[in-house]
């Protein structure tokens, strides 16, 4: 068997006095991909970050083909060989692909400090075509699909002659359909000999492309396990330290009255779609990327301009284009994108989840900051947001807890209709299931709840109805009773009114 390409040997980390990497050892081999799973806050992306440079460890040892090394910052370590790609992207925006795949590489300007451009499209042309990418490689990055701009991460590692690429979640941000292609690049680079790791929180994947895994749990290692059928349920326990005994939580209940009706809206991205939800219902509404799923919750919600339609909250006719209204209302919508729309990371847990609605905290123009300590307390525990307290600032939290924070912010509202956007994207399998049940104890409570996703094991498993879009229109529509996974997958590629297929 070959000697690991990176190793890490007793690696030890706190923040503020708390330990979350208690004596780390991980290795990955050259052509191989090795899975790396713990729950959120586990420690995954620590650990990578100290191997890359970002972070400086405070006990253990790095070896890169054998010896040890320390990087200084995250290009140090590239130019040796170790690319990243972080759970957010780093991407420059405003800068064409190849500028972005070549940025800070001095190989591309002559004596006189002059770019050599057609060397640079070329070079950058050939490498995303090696990939299997067509991308023109002068397009801004901020015109590119997410997909597209994941593969502009990897052409960067990979022009650095990446010996090892460590991916942290890249199907987080991908839809399903998506990720198959993402899989390919990475066999490839398998193949040429790349020491790939891979760190995400969806167990079919990792059965899928991983050949070990390794398993942090609370900052330490739970072990490695080699991959073959049936294996998966080893790291799951592994993970979590217990056996998840209902996955999916699925209550009988009877519907009440119709919180949300939606007429015949059109706006970007959405043709004529109708839709009802009752108190006490939960509804998925599947599809595809580009399907329209997401711009009928922004056109609900009021984010996005409605051209034509009308929607009612109950028996109200809520106003056009006004998130205001929808909020008032009684619509909370938790979207996909915590950076960009749930949440302010500069703030603590307790301001975050309060924010959305102080008034319910005052009395007589005082904040009652019992009352608030108190209902934070509650929303932590029921979400087991695991953090150092509620003054936590919400930067420092995993990935996967911060999810949970913008959850807590909507749920402090109390609504009586709960748009949910790919509530369970970076949450680990412990905490997915706590979601799936809070949705199940909710709609008990007689919510009425959206839940747009793009998984289909996790639409099946907690809707009572499911709704499929695609391109912008209601496709197929099912009383959640023994319908197959293909069934949604086909109303999801097919298109509306019985037209031809693509
Ligand atoms: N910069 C930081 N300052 C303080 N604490 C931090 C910082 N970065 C991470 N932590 C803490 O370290 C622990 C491990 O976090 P890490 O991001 O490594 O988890 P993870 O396994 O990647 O989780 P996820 O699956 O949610 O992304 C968490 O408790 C987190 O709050
Ligand atoms: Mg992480």
């Given at each position: 068997m070959s000697e690991p390409v990176l190793q890490t040997k007793g690696i030890e980390k706190s923040f503020f006095g708390v330990q979350v990497l208690k004596g780390i050892d991980f290795e990955v081999r050259r052509g191989e991909i090795m899975g790396l799973v713990g729950e959120n806050g586990a420690g995954k992306s620590t650990l990578m970050k100290i191997i890359t440079g970002l972070y400086t460890n405070d006990g253990g040892t790095i070896l890169f083909e054998g010896n040890p090394v320390v990087f200084p910052d995250p290009s140090k370590a590239r130019d040796v060989g170790i690319s990243i790609i972080h759970q957010e992207f780093n991407l420059?925006?405003?800068?064409s692909v190849a500028e972005n795949i070549f940025l800070d590489r001095k190989d591309y300007r002559n004596r006189y400090g002059i770019v050599d451009w057609k060397k640079m499209y070329g070079d950058a042309e050939r490498i995303l075509r090696e990939l299997g990418a067509d991308l023109d490689v002068r397009t801004l990055v901020r015109q590119l699909s997410v997909r597209e701009q994941q593969l502009v991460e990897i052409a960067k590692a990979v022009s650095a002659n990446a010996k090892v690429l460590i991916m942290d979640e890249p199907s987080a941000a991908l839809p399903d359909n998506e990720v198959q292609k993402m899989f390919h690049v990475v066999r490839m680079l398998k193949d040429r000999g790349v020491a790939i790791v891979y760190i995400s929180h969806r167990m079919k994947e990792i059965e899928e492309i991983c050949d070990r895994v390794s398993v942090l749990r609370d900052g330490r290692n739970e072990g490695v396990v080699e991959m073959s059928k049936g294996k998966v349920d080893d790291v799951i326990s592994m993970m979590i330290g217990r056996e998840i005994s209902d996955y999916y939580p699925h209550s009988r209940r009877s519907f009440g009255q119709v919180v949300l009706r939606v007429e015949g809206v059109s706006g970007q991205g959405l043709e004529e779609t109708s839709l009802e939800i009752k108190s006490g219902e939960v509804v998925g509404l599947y599809g595809l990327a580009g399907s329209g799923t997401t711009d009928f919750a922004e056109i609900v919600m009021g984010l996005s301009r409605r051209s034509a339609g009308k929607v009612f909250y109950k028996e109200a006719e809520v106003k056009r284009d006004s998130i205001k209204a929808a909020m008032s209302a009684g619509i909370a919508y938790v979207p996909p994108d915590r950076r960009k729309e749930g949440i302010i990371v500069m703030m603590d847990i307790t301001q975050n989840t309060v924010m959305a609605n102080l008034r319910a905290y005052e009395k007589a123009g005082v904040l009652q900051n019992k009352k608030i300590y108190e209902k934070v307390e509650e929303h932590v525990e029921n979400l087991q947001i695991k953090c150092a307290g509620q003054s936590q600032q919400v930067l420092r939290l995993s990935g996967g807890n911060q999810q949970k924070v913008v959850l807590a912010k909507w749920l402090d509202r109390n609504p009586g209709l709960l748009i949910l956007n790919e509530p369970t994207r970076g949450v680990d399998v412990g905490a997915k299931s706590e979601i799936y049940r809070m949705i199940d104890k909710l709609a008990n409570e007689g919510l009425g709840i959206l839940m747009i996703s793009s998984e289909v094991p996790e639409v099946l498993g907690v809707s009572d109805r499911v709704v499929v879009m695609c391109r912008g229109r209601v496709t197929g529509e099912y009383v959640n009773e023994g319908i197959g996974q293909d069934v949604l997958l086909k109303a999801a590629s097919s298109n509306a009114g019985g037209e031809e297929n693509e």
């Open positions: 420059f925006s405003q800068l």
